[in-house]
Structures are given as C-alpha cells and as structure tokens.
C-alpha cells in the first residue's frame, strides 16, 4: 500500500510537473526530483517501521516473536532501507521515463538520470545516514517517531554549527561563518570571504564521516531495540 501510494503520487507530481513547466526536464530537475523524494520518502516510511513497540497493545506480540533481537533488527533494516531503495528506484525511473516522453520538443535529447555517478553516491550515503538516524529515532521514541526525530536531528545540527563556529572563530582569532562540521571552513579577511577545504578532495572525507555516523546510528538502534520493553 506504501508503494502504490508513493507511486501515484510521484505520477501525479511528474503529470503536474510535465503540464506546468514548457520545457524538457533536465538532468538537474530530475537529480533534484530523486534526491528530494527519495529522503523525505525514505525517512517518512523508516520512521513507521517499529511502530508496534511504541503501541502497548502490539509491543507485547512484537516483543515476545520467536526471533532474535537481530533477526527482527535486520528485517527492519533491510525492508526500509535495500527493499525500499530497490521499490524506490523502480517507481521513479518508470515515472521519470513517462513524465521525459510525455511531450516531445524539437531537438530534444531524451537523458535520463543516471544514479552510478558520483554526485548520486553520496546522495545515497546521505539517505543511508538520515535512514540510520529516523530507525534510531523510530525504536527510541514510542510515538510522533517521525516528527521528534526530525526535531532533534535539527536541533542537533543547528547546535554543531553553532559550536564549531564559536570554537573556530576562537582558535584561529577570525570572523568565522557559519559552516557545517567537517565542511569547508569559510572566513572574513579584510572583507573577503576565504574558503578553506579540509583537503584537496573534502568530498571522499564527507563520504567516510557519513558512513561512520550512519553505522554508528544503526548499532545505536540494534542495542536500543536490544533494551526495549513494554
């Protein structure tokens, strides 16, 4: 039922999307298009995986199932995460394909999007680690799972950088911006702004920070779930 929801809306979107915009969708709306349902989707759906062990009617059965710990921890990873990123893919490329061929312009170069590049890998790296996150929050909280998640997540983020902007800004005696944990550093010099990187390549440092933090998170949902109780 997920998937057909997901799927008619993702249709109904491309068929407003085709009616609305005169021009061929381009491989940057489309990379936009992925990205965008792909987390809010993922997350939303991730969020409601444990949902029997915040309700006291269903914790009991859900607790006392003839599985291990990590037998029901690895059907919940895989059915939100591989099994939704495999549904996922199906329902937007077959929607892209309809929505890029539904009208057809004069030197028009039909491109669809391709998710082996480099750009969609860490696109998919971010959603592993948003997905580590929302499990974690889905087990750790008993209702709302979706929206406390998301308050804390936000809050956290806005603390890191409100932290790594005042510890900067003291040991290197500048007007530092604000800027993300492990991202470019960025500075005010005689009126300038002056970007630092961490490396000459920062991207492959984000990819490796990602996916420690994302499995950090899904170890943290493992025990959590590990301590539950009714």
């Known amino acids: 039922m997920s ?9 109904l979107g491309a ?16 990379t936009a298009l992925f990205v965008s349902i792909m987390l809010l989707a993922g997350t939303i759906f991730t969020s ?10 269903k914790a009991g059965s ?3 199932l003839p ?15 591989i099994g939704f990123l495999i549904c996922y893919l199906a329902c937007f490329y077959l929607v892209d394909w309809l929505a890029i061929n539904a009208k057809h312009y004069p030197g028009q170069q039909i491109v669809m999007l391709n998710v082996f590049n480099r750009y969609i890998t860490m696109c998919f790296l971010m959603f592993a680690f948003m997905h580590a996150v929302v499990l974690w929050g889905a087990i750790f909280y008993n209702k709302l799972h979706f929206v406390k ?3 804390a997540f936000f809050i ?3 603390l890191l950088m409100i932290i790594n902007k005042v510890a900067l800004g003291c040991l290197l005696n500048k007007n530092v911006l604000m800027t993300p ?22 991207g492959g440092f984000v990819l490796w920070v990602l996916a420690a933090l994302a499995f950090i998170f899904w170890a943290a949902a493992y025990y959590r779930l590990k301590e539950k109780q009714v």
């Open 181 to 202: 944990p492990f991202g470019a550093l960025r500075i005010m010099e005689h009126s300038r702004e002056i970007t630092v990187f961490i490396a000459g390549d920062d």
């Open 15 to 30: 068929s407003f999307l085709v009616y609305l915009i005169n021009a061929p969708i381009d491989l940057g709306l489309q």
């Open 3 to 11: 998937l057909t929801v997901l799927f008619g809306v993702m249709l």
């Open 67 to 81: 599985a291990s710990h990590f037998e029901k921890y690895l059907v919940a990873w895989v059915y939100s995460f």
């Open 48 to 57: 409601n995986i444990f949902s029997d062990f915040g309700d006291r009617k």
């Open 149 to 151: 998640t998301a308050f």
């Open 62 to 64: 859900a607790l006392m």
């Open 156 to 158: 956290g983020i806005a």
